[in-house]
């Protein structure tokens, strides 16, 4: 296998990212790890909101922003002023995709509105990511990660029966419509391949945190009503879940019938479980959930974690420990598969950036380029793209656009 990084499909792509936050700056961020040019327009001053949540590195980056923003390039530009207006549409004008989440309006307010664009740039993919849907009578209300998460009841699926609505550990519903934002662009653009038009993506927080119920939401309209909650359990298969052994939690996923005559009889050493009418189809099982599961936690608390992966694994039942999440990111699994990278950084030496998570003909696409510092590649990318002169660039710094 040759060790030469193979062409990213997306080589030759050019990405404008104005948004800021996650649900954009995640869509943007996987294009570029696809092998787009992904040119990140950040306020002079401030730069992206997430410059300041979480743990610092550096002077102007964090964690946080870090895990949305690899592969780029930071260019800080004004857009509440005119030149700044202008060079956004000069280089939109030589981009395939616009990426933007302002608040309602703001696109329009700042002249990187679509209609705005498209006159320059008919082919353009401009993707517009807000909190509701923007023609109906929320479209100005500003979209929170966990706010979603409480209306489009995703808050009221998690946790143990009888416990308070939870929120998911990330922001889940950002993630999400990042990565169907995704999708729907590399649709847009293969169509466009063909001939088809430019187009003008809508993507709401509401529509896809209501999507992430999946399974759930479906079962809530048949029972007209909330389904019951199960923690670390699953609503329809047993035993699947979280127990703890002897020595530590794992993870125990019985996925059909076979599987749990083997569990009982190789694993427990039970097989009058196995043999009760009660417990022999998972229908059964889940109708007599009270009686079994409190018999299978007992029997794998006596025992130690590893004689159980052991034997679950020897009986071809999904298995595993529960790793913490330092644990997970230092295992053999996580750094043999190249997913934590060490980035140089001119203040902090280095930082961790978790690479991409695919592979293309079998080697998985390298971080190009560490999360950028607050406009590290300004000079740089207007002099490439639009040809700006040290003159022009000095006045406009001087003019605070830059």
Known sequence: MSNETPKLPLDGVRVLDLSRVLAGPMCAMALADLGAEVIKVEHPGRGDDTRDWGLRIGKTETAYFNSANRNKESICLDLGTADGQAIARDLAARSDIVIQNFKFGGAEKFGVGYEQLREANPKLIYCSISG?????????????????????????????????????????????????????????????????????IEMALFDCGLMITAYYGLEALLLNEDPPKYGNAHPSIIPYGIFDAEDGPMVVAVGNNAQFDRFCRGVIDRPDLADDERFKTN????????????????????????????????????????????????????????????????????????????????????????????????????????????????????????
């Open 132 to 200: 509701y849907d923007r023609t109906g009578p929320e479209a100005a209300r500003p979209g929170y990660d966990l706010v979603i998460q409480g209306e489009a009841g995703l808050t009221a699926l998690n946790g143990e029966r009888g416990q308070a609505p939870l929120k998911f550990g990330v922001a889940a519903v950002d993630m999400f419509t990042g990565m169907y934002a995704t999708q729907a662009i590399l649709a847009a653009l293969f169509d466009r391949q063909r001939g088809g038009p430019g187009r003008h």
């Open 283 to 402: 229908l059964g099982r889940g109708k007599n959930r009270d009686a079994l599961v409190p018999e299978i936690h007992a029997e794998l608390k006596r025992r130690k974690r590893k004689d159980l992966l052991e034997r679950l694994s020897a009986a071809g039942i999904p298995c595993g420990e529960v790793l913490g999440l330092l644990e997970a990111l230092k295992s053999e699994r996580a750094i043999e598969g190249g997913l934590v990278t060490e980035q140089p950084h001119p203040l902090a030496g280095s930082a961790h950036v978790l690479a991409p998570p695919y592979r293309f003909d079998g080697q998985r696409p390298p971080v190009r380029l560490p999360p950028p510092q607050l406009g590290q590649h300004t000079e740089a990318v207007l002099k490439q793209v639009l040809g700006l002169s040290p003159e022009r660039l000095s006045e406009l710094r001087a003019k605070g656009v830059l």
